[in-house]
């Protein structure tokens, strides 16, 4: 059984920092790129980051460059999403997912999803 585990949403208050892990089982994150994806309410899911299989590579949507960092671990079997500077436009579920391959949005398997609110 594939599960990939989101944890780490919470209310948050504009400016604060959040991390966020994603724990897998059942596959070895090794074998695949990783990813962030987002989706606020009223709004469509959308690409934040990737991370190349053993992290030397990483990618952004422009609107978290500089803000948000992912991270990897593979021998955890995990990876990690830091975010600071959060701001209100920020609230979304956000899910983890192993990609298809890097510079490729298309997802093999997705999390559960983890809810952050950024709100004053």
């Known amino acids: 059984q594939v599960q990939l585990t989101e944890s780490g949403g919470r209310l948050v208050q504009p400016g604060e920092s959040l991390s966020l892990s994603c724990a897998a089982s059942?596959?070895?994150?090794?074998?695949?790129?990783m990813g962030w994806f987002r989706q606020g309410p009223g709004r469509e899911r959308e690409f934040v980051a990737a991370?190349?299989?053993?992290?030397?590579?990483?990618y952004y949507t422009g609107s978290v460059q500089g803000r948000f960092t992912i991270s990897r671990d593979n021998a955890k079997n995990a990876v990690f999403l830091q975010m600071n500077g959060l701001k209100p436009e920020d609230s979304a579920v956000y899910y983890c997912?192993?990609?298809?391959?890097?510079?490729?949005?298309?997802?093999?398997?997705w999390g559960q999803g983890t809810q952050v609110t950024v709100s004053s």
């Open positions: 059942g596959i070895s994150l090794s074998s695949f790129p």
């Open positions: 991370i190349s299989w053993t992290g030397g590579s990483t």
């Open positions: 997912a192993a990609l298809r391959g890097y510079d490729d949005s298309k997802v093999e398997y």
